[in-house]
């Protein structure tokens, strides 16, 4: 899709991965309206970039996420593109997870993002596109991180599914799985200590991915272990 004048909705704007994208979007040349839990730097980053149109959500109730993406499709006038950039992490064995954490582990990172694309759909241009991000884990699940990978995973079959599905309105599914990024996620993780990980990949090159896969026709954004680059497919 063109970016230039698009109108993208941004969940997760006030998240490290969610700004960027929407910083980069905006200077591209998109109309951004942005979706984010806290008020502050969700105006903050509005007024960063112009005012933009802002809608507080909290994504584990899904009418608030409901209420947010209409209201930004009614800002902008439609949408061409969705990006849900929100999510959560939780760590620790298996066996000990507390049923509340996965629970809302689930909510915020599958169901909560499953739903406000629903709500989405009805107001995205045939053509537009989805943008999704999953994880490097919903490929390859990990240890002490046995929620978080299936959370991911789930969102990422779903999105397999809703891709094939849209085919003949041409929306786009893009589903981005990064590895390991230096954005504090992991420090405000729902529950445990974070394992040992590999050394945070570039920001900016998840961000760099994201627009030349809604620019092009690709279904995801994974890590080529051998060249230790993102690569489109
Ligand atoms: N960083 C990584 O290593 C990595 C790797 C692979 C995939 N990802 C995925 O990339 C996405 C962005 O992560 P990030 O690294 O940018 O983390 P981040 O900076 O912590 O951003 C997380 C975002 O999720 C939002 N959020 C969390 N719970 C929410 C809730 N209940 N309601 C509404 N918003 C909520 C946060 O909102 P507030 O700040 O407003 O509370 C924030 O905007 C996540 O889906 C993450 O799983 C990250």
């Known amino acids: 899709m063109e970016i230039q004048g698009a109108r993208v909705w941004v969940a ?63 800002a902008l006038g439609g949408l061409d593109a969705v990006v849900v ?30 739903s406000m694309v629903r709500g989405a759909l009805p107001h995205l241009a045939d053509g537009g596109a989805v943008v999704l991000l999953s ?11 046995a929620e978080y990978s299936a959370s991911k995973a789930a969102l990422s079959a779903w999105a397999s599914v809703l891709r094939r599905e849209l085919r003949p309105r041409r929306v786009a599914v893009l589903d981005v799985k990064p590895p390991h990024v230096d954005t504090g996620l992991v420090h405000r993780a729902l529950a445990g200590t ?21 620019r092009g026709t690709s279904r995801e954004v994974v890590l080529d272990p051998k060249a230790g680059e993102l690569v489109l497919r």
Do not use: H, K
């Open 85 to 114: 950039a929100s999510g959560v992490v939780a760590f620790g064995p298996a066996a000990d997870a507390d049923d509340a954490v996965v629970e809302e582990l689930f909510a915020v990172n599958t169901l909560g993002p499953m």
């Open 12 to 74: 997760g704007a006030t998240g490290v991965l969610g700004g960027a994208l929407a910083r980069e979007l905006a200077a591209a040349g998109a109309r951004v309206a942005l979706g984010g839990r806290d008020a502050d730097r969700l105006a903050a980053l509005a007024d960063e970039l112009g005012g933009a149109p802002t809608q507080v959500l909290d994504v584990v109730d899904v009418e608030s996420g409901r209420a947010a993406v209409t209201a930004a499709a009614e």
């Open 135 to 145: 994880a490097i884990v919903a490929d390859a699940p990990t240890l002490q991180m």
């Open 194 to 214: 974070p394992p040992r990980l590999p050394a945070g990949f570039d920001q900016r090159a998840v961000v760099d991915a994201v627009l030349a896969g809604l």
